[in-house]
């Protein structure tokens, strides 16, 4: 990570992140979005956070906290996939995606860190590889783009009969 980055980060995103895990101290809360993955950072753009939870209440809480639920705002949110649900809020310059989805979670924080180990600038490739990390695409597909040949095999992996597993070794071996 470079200076810059560092600096965004503790300056922009982790006070930010430390709000909300007060907030909602049983939630599951992981940075994503450009201005966390790219290095240097996308200075021009909104700060974005996926959480997880299991209790239903947090919906709640989240509005309670002045965030709007934008879920339906955005006509190219996919957030129906069965498995995948998840619910966009906003406040500000705050972006929060909220899931009761472990598979969701699981494979949101996985293409997350893909994109940033690997510094993917390019907003579409980031796009692709979270719905590729999702399953939304097929090997053939993954196949034919033009992509840094360990990302492409790590979709081709994510798209196997085993991808649920695999999803669960690559959070081990980063430790996510």
């Known amino acids: ?46 700060i974005d956070f996926v959480i997880y939870s299991t209790d239903k ?56 860190h893909i994109c940033k180990r690997k510094n993917v600038r390019n907003k579409l490739r980031r796009v692709f590889i979270h719905e590729a990390v999702r399953g939304s695409y097929n090997t053939s597909f993954i196949n034919d783009c033009e992509l840094d040949p360990e990302i492409k095999e790590l979709l081709m992996k994510f798209t196997s009969p085993y991808s649920e597993a695999l999803i669960q070794v690559y959070k081990a071996q980063y430790g996510l």
């Not at 922009?12 to 909300?20: N, Q, V």
């Not at 007060?22 to 450009?34: D, F, H, M, R, V």
């Open 57 to 112: 209440t947090v919906k709640e809480r989240i509005i309670k906290f002045g965030y709007k639920d934008t879920t339906n705002n955005e006509p190219t949110y996919h957030f129906q996939y069965e498995g995948y649900e998840f619910t966009a809020f906003r406040k500000r310059t705050v972006n929060l995606t909220l899931t009761h989805s472990k598979k969701f979670i699981d494979r949101h924080v996985v293409a997350t």
């Open 1 to 46: 990570m470079s200076l810059v980055s560092l600096i965004v980060y503790n300056f922009t995103i982790l006070p930010r992140l430390k709000k909300l895990k007060k907030l909602l101290p049983e939630a599951e809360i992981y940075p994503t979005g450009s201005r966390y993955v790219c290095d240097p950072p996308v200075m021009n753009t909104d």
